[in-house]
């Protein structure tokens, strides 16, 4: 997983990975520290509603729900919730390019009524890297997150003649939003060094492709000028702060950030150090991904240092739904059909809307009105 990154070869490539001149730098520190400074403590989940297993079901014309989105952001809302990380897909741009943003904007306003702001995910390396549109799977009985698809996949990750169509969604969804004070964030790639995960096939040379492609991801946002900041979170290792040993990919991902994001799963000292190597770069961080109850990190050892260290606090998973993420990552081995694990993996709230464990939701609404005050 760590070859180096490889030189791209071709005139024609290279006119594709052009960028604009008039694309924004990348922020000064003190310019993202200036916008950090303007906001919230931002507190949140990573979303898709419980009705949706992927980002297919929750963006499709004939699934979007927007009457469940409103019930579970209204949730979100009433415990302190202000951001939510949600997930895009490029073959949802390629399929319905002006009906995947009337959508957007739809889910936006909804957020917006919340007093919610929303980050969203542009591509992702994690689970099926094989994503087909249209009537999407059933969940596998007992399966953590059985029916989530990588963008773009193996096959469109490995053919760089079609990177052309990636630039095109990039370039037009960021830039349809680029002055939407309703988005907070855009995070470009989740993971991108992630070999996928599950029982699905390696993708080979995944690390190269993606690590010669996630810099033009960023400069292809940043041609449109965003107002928003741009990020990829670290999740693998703890060597952030030596720059010796960063792959190709998080090389990119702190060269290219605005503001430093990363996930941890892990007891809170983990997080607590991987907390202070992100902070060492003098940008914002967000800990987009956090809270896996089996493996150590939970709301209570995690969030109360994302407050000390006003660092934003993302956790997986928000209503129990078809995506299962209840469930543990053990479950691709084992699945869970014949009882319940001991304890939740992830989410906050079961399908009707009631707490898992109304201490964790009692935290959450306490640290963010300490931090912000009460909603209004």
């Known amino acids: 997983m760590n070859k180096l990154l490889t030189l791209m070869a071709g005139s024609a490539l290279v006119g594709l990975l052009a960028v604009p001149a008039e694309a924004r730098p990348q922020w000064t520190k003190a310019q993202a520290n200036a916008w950090y400074d303007r906001q919230p403590w931002m507190v949140g989940a990573n979303y898709n509603n419980r009705s949706a297993i992927n980002q297919f079901e929750m963006w499709q014309a004939d699934t979007f729900n927007p009457a469940e989105i409103d019930q579970e952001l209204g949730w979100a809302a009433d415990m302190g919730m202000n951001i939510m990380r949600v997930y895009l897909h490029n073959q949802l741009w390629e399929d319905d390019a002006s009906g995947l943003k009337s959508r957007m904007n739809t889910f936006l306003g909804i957020a917006e009524k919340h007093k919610i702001r929303i980050m969203f995910v542009l591509f992702d390396s994690c689970w099926d890297p094989n994503p087909v549109s249209g009537p999407q799977r059933p969940p596998i009985p007992g399966v953590h997150n059985s029916g989530w698809m990588q963008a773009p996949g193996a096959a469109r990750l490995a053919d760089k003649s079609q990177y052309g169509k990636l630039e095109a969604y990039v370039k037009d969804i960021v830039g349809s939003f680029a002055n939407d004070p309703r988005i907070a964030v855009w995070d470009v790639w989740n993971e991108p060094n992630n070999a996928g995960g599950g029982n699905y096939k390696i993708t080979p040379d995944k690390v190269a492709l993606v690590a010669g492609l996630l810099g033009p991801v960023f400069e292809w946002a940043r041609s449109v000028d965003p107002t928003q900041p741009l990020t990829s979170g670290l999740w693998l290792g703890d060597h952030w702060d030596q720059a010796d040993k960063l792959d190709a990919v998080e090389k990119i991902q702190l060269a290219q950030s605005d503001v430093n994001s990363f996930h941890d799963y892990n007891w809170p000292e ?94 959450i609404r306490t640290l963010t009105r300490e931090a912000n005050g009460p909603r209004r």
């Open 270 to 363: 983990q997080f607590e150090s991987r907390a202070k190597k992100m902070l060492a770069y003098g940008r914002p961080v967000l800990a987009t991904e956090y809270m896996a109850r089996g493996n150590g990190s939970t709301f209570d050892g995690s969030l109360p240092l994302g407050k000390k260290y006003r660092i934003a606090m993302i956790n997986w998973g928000f209503v129990d739904g078809k995506s299962q993420t209840r469930l543990p990552w053990d479950s691709w081995k084992k699945p869970y059909t014949m009882e319940e694990p001991t304890i939740w993996f992830h989410e906050v709230l079961r399908a009707d809307g009631t707490p898992y464990r109304q201490a964790e939701v009692d935290l």
